[in-house]
């Protein structure tokens, strides 16, 4: 078992209010609560720089997808420009955004709640417009303009943004997970366009997790469409395709950010399928590594 393995954790006690870690326990890994809470923005800056991307994926989302950090952020963001924090507060106005927003219908919302989406949409927009110095970053901050475009519903800029990315990072797993959000009925395309982007996709694991994704979305459209009846139709309309997903899935092995998505996916088709053991045997792999969706389409959080 390797070292981050063993620290998979909610937090230490510098920041004593509990909020789940989305960085599933690299934030407490590599020391980062204890430069913010000390200021030493410098050398959280270069912990940043020597990040991979799926590493700079987990670790802004462990910052920034959350309120644990408010006031530190808040203090950081007071401090010179760079292009680190154009980065940072561009996830973190992003995470505000959708926050604001919620997870209601459109035309249920209030006017507070779209002005301020809007407003941090444009913010976000603006941080991510920095021009970055290396790949790694400059396809992070496209692979999150994929969901700013997103939310002010235009396809052409989002694919734009998720192209610039898999150019400088072919396999990049944000930009991925943002863009298959973007081809789903739900938002700006349909079942044809999603599964046309996920059988596109050449790494077999990326695309072992974008077809779980895909039959776990599938089912959420019929669950709240057809709630007592969801699961005898997913089965009937997509049966063979449940079949060769479960029979051709192999969960990466190790802590990557790609393992915990896919153990997330495949745990949460199980249920629905209702195979308990399979759920019972997955199960330890998802402490301190579950994942806001798919458990939140269905109340399982």
Not at 18 to 47: C, K, T, V
């Amino acid at each position: 078992m390797c070292l981050l393995d063993k620290l998979i954790s909610t937090g230490s006690g510098l920041f004593t209010k509990s909020y789940p870690d989305y960085s599933y326990g690299l934030i407490r890994h590599l020391g980062i609560e204890n430069m913010l809470q000390a200021g030493q923005w410098a050398a959280f800056e270069n912990i940043i720089y020597s990040l991979n991307s799926e590493d700079l994926t987990r670790l802004l989302d462990g910052i920034c997808l959350t309120d644990r950090y408010e006031r530190a952020l808040k203090n950081y963001f007071s401090t010179e420009k760079s292009e680190v924090k154009q980065l940072i507060s561009g996830a973190h106005n992003l995470y505000l955004a959708w926050k604001l927003r919620g997870a209601n219908v459109g035309n249920s919302l209030t006017g507070k709640q779209v002005d301020g989406f809007i407003f941090y949409l444009e913010k976000s927009s603006q941080d991510f417009s920095y021009d970055f110095s290396s790949p790694i970053l400059e396809a992070e901050s496209c692979a999150r303009l994929v969901r700013v475009y997103m939310g002010f519903s235009d396809t052409e800029a989002a694919q734009s943004a998720y192209s610039t990315a898999i150019q400088l990072i072919p396999n990049h797993l944000l930009a991925h997970l943002n863009y298959f959000k973007v081809t789903s009925p739900k938002w700006l395309g349909n079942l044809e366009i999603m599964a046309s982007f996920v059988n596109q996709v050449v790494d077999a694991e990326l695309k072992n997790l974008l077809q779980l994704m895909y039959l776990v979305e599938v089912y959420s459209d019929l669950f709240y469409s057809f709630s007592l009846t969801a699961n005898s139709k997913f089965q009937k309309l997509h049966g063979q395709l449940i079949k060769e997903a479960l029979a051709a899935n192999t969960v990466p092995s190790g802590n990557s950010l790609l393992a915990i998505y896919t153990c997330n996916y495949l745990a949460c088709l199980y249920q629905i399928l209702g195979f308990r053991k399979e759920v019972s045997a997955i199960k330890p792999r998802l402490k301190g590594r579950r994942t806001i969706y798919p458990w939140a389409y269905f109340g399982w959080v």
